[in-house]
């Protein structure tokens, strides 16, 4: 501290902005304060409603849902007992896990449910470590 006064606690992690429908997000936040002692504080200013943060170890969480997908901006701040305080402001981008396309699917208008449609889609045997299982027709 320079001439005696406090100083504002500072992150030293870089917060991870990728999350996935329906897995689990974690991002461990550290910061650190050069007052010795100094006891931080970690607090969501800006988060979807279901993000939490552990004000002690900075452990943010979140289980995204589908109705969640897209960007999703977030305030983490870490603040010491004197009030000082740091923030990060990122943004949280949620994909859908699987999106599944297929180019030599069925023409538009047909009937995707066809027998003949999904047995050009699924493979008629499937290998597992212990043998193998023949998907009927």
């Given at each position: ?42 607090s969501l200013a800006t988060a979807p409603a279901a993000m939490t943060v552990d004000p002690v170890s900075g452990l943010l969480l979140w289980n995204p849902a ?72």
């Amino acid at each position: 501290a320079t001439n005696g006064a406090p100083d504002a606690p500072a992150f030293d992690s870089t917060p991870i902005t990728a999350a996935s429908e329906n897995v689990a997000y974690g991002y461990p936040a550290q910061a650190s304060d050069a007052d010795a002692g100094a006891v931080l504080t970690f607090s969501l200013a800006t988060a979807p409603a279901a993000m939490t943060v552990d004000p002690v170890s900075g452990l943010l969480l979140w289980n995204p849902a589908a109705a969640d997908l897209g960007d999703h901006p977030v305030t983490l701040r870490v603040s010491d007992e004197t009030g000082l305080y740091d923030e990060q402001n990122f943004t949280v981008s949620v994909a859908n896990v699987l999106s599944i396309r297929s180019s030599s699917g069925p023409a538009s208008g047909s009937n995707s449910d066809t027998p003949s449609n999904r047995s050009s889609i699924l493979p008629s045997t499937i290998s597992f470590e212990s043998g193998a299982y023949t998907v009927p027709p």
